[in-house]
């Protein structure tokens, strides 16, 4: 079995780190550099940076803090926000990047997929859902920042990218967002099931049972998270021993 991956996420507003409830009332928790350099020493497997204004504003991810951060980390580094096409992936992985987190533009555009896959191979290629419920066992994808609802279904959509080509999908609640009361885990599940890549389940941390939870349950293969973390409530390594002693492999 390979082991669960724990994943800070650096939602990036304006330069700084924020952390806010269902994609609303942000937050300041730091600067990305400091923190990036932070989670590296206490042991994170891999960092998640997200320009999570760029799309909505109109422009590309600020390349020079991610060229900033990324000289701070040693482990796997996805950036996202703001991409729309090759040369925008070219450019992040040319700046440190190690994978590419893409959202909207795939939406409007599902062959960036496929030929990112192509051009710089799957394991690039991370597809961001963001979910909101919609009835009993439905869940509809939102792009814009959480802005736009699209009429897509979730599991249709996460079947659809990995067809094109998405080495993993970052999946993040909406409806659980910065509320930490625990992931969604019926839609981590749902769309665990459906397909064969690795799913980074996002939203709702708030206790260490909670990643667990969405390891076992959930059946993701990492947990993303960020207020927990960002205000020190726990720390990396307390969160791998919990997860180890419930019995969830984790790289100590």
């Known amino acids: 079995m390979l082991a669960k991956?724990?994943?800070?996420?650096l939602d990036v507003h304006g330069g700084r780190v924020v952390k806010g409830v269902k994609f609303n009332q942000l937050k300041d928790a730091g600067d990305p550099v400091e923190l990036a350099a932070h989670y590296v020493r206490e042991g994170a497997d891999e960092l998640v940076f997200l320009d999570i204004s760029a799309t909505t504003e109109g422009r590309?991810?600020?390349i020079d803090l991610v060229s900033r951060t990324a000289q701070e980390v040693s482990i796997p580094f996805a950036?996202?926000?703001g991409i729309r096409n090759l040369d925008d992936i070219r450019d992040l992985i040319q700046a440190g990047a190690d994978k590419v987190s893409i959202s909207s533009a795939a939406i409007r555009e599902p062959s960036l997929i496929k030929e990112g896959a192509l051009r710089f191979g799957s394991q690039r290629m991370v597809v961001a859902i963001d979910a909101r419920q919609k009835?009993?066992?439905?869940?509809?994808?939102y792009i814009q920042g959480g802005k736009t609802a699209t009429g897509i279904d979730v599991v249709e959509w996460a079947r659809k990218v990995c067809d094109l080509g998405a080495g993993e999908i970052l999946l993040t609640s909406m409806d659980k967002d910065g509320t930490k009361d625990g992931y969604d885990l019926a839609l981590t599940a749902a769309v665990a099931d459906a397909v064969p890549v690795p799913i980074i389940a996002s939203g709702g941390a708030g206790t260490l049972q909670d990643?667990?939870?969405a390891c076992k349950i959930g059946k993701a293969d990492a947990v993303?998270?960020?207020s927990i973390f960002h205000y020190r409530e726990f720390t990396i390594r307390q969160a791998k021993e919990y997860m180890q002693n419930k019995g969830v492999e984790v790289r100590l």
Do not use: F, H, N, S
């Open 5 to 9: 991956r724990i994943i800070p996420c």
């Open 60 to 62: 590309r991810t600020m």
């Open 79 to 81: 950036v996202g926000g």
């Open 135 to 141: 009835g009993k066992e439905q869940w509809e994808v």
């Open 211 to 213: 990643l667990v939870d």
């Open 224 to 226: 993303l998270c960020a």
